[in-house]
């Protein structure tokens, strides 16, 4: 059969899959992640029907996927709602980075991966997934909660961290010396505050270039702005995703909001083909050694989370209901820590089970925190809750 043809049969047929398991995972209460990740792993290397002609395709789609999910969490935010977030959040982001992503280069070192590996899986067990947890808040009827603007204010840090975070990570899996990655962080460094201040001085212009009104101009133009500053960011070492996320900070006003609109259904796609790619390219027979260290790993960090979201929402004054509430919530993760690891097992310096660790690691999380973050509306919680609080303080000792 004639390749083209091959390649239709089998895009066609996975995307149709996905759809099912889509609209399966909606139903029963699931992140679509999780389906998508097992579908990757069903069809990939050692799988049950292993793809043949359309993994080129799934690679070249799981860039435009990773680019479009940090364009449209770039789109989110004005520049002057991130740099407020930035200085009101900046102690909880400190906090959260410490609790979270030590463990995790803790974790590598204790398995023998060496510092590069340690570095590597600090970012797997770091960032929370943004996409997760706010369908997560959607769901539960929270987005309105005096806790929620915590939670977001600890993912835009996250989001930031990640803009200098990655390029530095792409340096050191390149094999570059301690100067080359600083050189390639000094660079991140540079372009985000640049981005940054033309944002927030001239971001009226740059929406002013493409027309809110014209949804098949808007489309085209800012998903081509989008690639091509990502190819440009690439270019320059910085990381194509940090290049996406600066293109959706810097556009503002109805450019913004209806940018989001269109290219949503775009995301979905692209990102869906992400996450299926990189099961396909994790054999699930190396899923199994690594199981117990990716459950033991899932526990001790989804408890730093925990604690990370209680401590933030207790700094603000928040009650203990909706602290606990913040830190289940953030418990996730998902498209960051897979975007970390791909980076990670398409190179030889890391250690080949960090790939087959990481997909259970997040598999684990995005199966349990949905479920976690539920507690806090369970009648016996909160009857724990005020039992706990209405248990008297010891007195102090007499001397």
Do not use: C
């Not at 269109?262 to 790619?277: E, G, N, Q």
Request: net charge neutral.
């Amino acid at each position: 059969m004639h390749h083209t043809t091959v390649l239709l049969i089998e895009v066609g047929a996975l995307l149709f899959v996905l759809g099912l398991l889509s609209r399966l995972s909606r139903r029963i209460g699931l992140s679509p992640i999780t389906l998508y990740l097992l579908a990757g792993l069903a069809f990939g290397h050692g799988g049950l029907v292993p793809l043949s002609a359309s993994e080129e395709f799934f690679e070249v789609g799981a860039e435009i996927g990773v680019i479009l999910l940090l364009v449209m969490l770039g789109l989110e935010y004005s520049a002057d709602e991130l740099v407020g977030n930035l200085r009101a959040a900046a102690p909880a982001g400190l906090v959260d980075g410490l609790l979270n992503a030590l463990p995790g280069a803790a974790f590598g070192l204790l398995l023998g991966w060496g510092w590069v590996g340690a570095v590597v899986l600090a970012g797997v067990t770091w960032v929370s997934s943004s996409g997760v947890i706010a369908k997560v808040l959607a769901d539960l009827g929270r987005l309105g909660n005096r806790e929620t603007p915590v939670i977001l204010s600890v993912l835009v840090i996250e989001d930031l961290a990640m803009a200098l975070y990655l390029p530095l990570v792409t340096a050191i899996l390149s094999g570059q010396s301690l100067l080359g990655g600083g050189i390639a962080l000094a660079i991140a460094v540079f372009t985000v505050v640049l981005v940054l201040v033309v944002a927030i001085r001239h971001g009226n212009f740059i929406s002013r270039m493409l027309s809110a009104r014209d949804p098949e101009a808007l489309l085209l133009g800012v998903f081509g702005l989008t690639l091509l500053v990502a190819g440009l960011a690439a270019g320059l070492q910085v990381s194509a995703a940090v290049g996406a996320f600066l293109v959706g900070i810097a556009l503002s006003g109805p450019v913004a909001h209806n940018a989001t609109e269109l290219l949503s259904p775009l995301r979905d796609l692209f990102a869906a083909v992400f996450f299926v790619f990189f099961g396909l390219n994790t054999d699930p027979r190396a899923i199994p050694p690594v199981l117990l260290p990716a459950l033991a790993l899932a526990v001790v960090t989804m408890a730093t989370k925990v604690l990370t979201g209680y401590l933030a929402a207790k700094r603000v004054g928040i009650g203990r209901p909706g602290r606990w509430r913040t830190g289940l919530a953030l418990s996730p993760r998902g498209e960051f820590s897979i975007v970390i690891a791909g980076l990670a097992v398409t190179t030889s310096v890391v250690n080949p089970q960090l790939g087959p660790l990481a997909t259970a690691y997040v598999l684990i999380t995005v199966i349990t925190g949905p479920m976690l973050a539920r507690l806090p509306d369970f009648g016996w919680f909160k009857r724990w809750l005020r039992r706990s609080a209405a248990a008297p303080t010891p007195a102090p000792a007499a001397e």
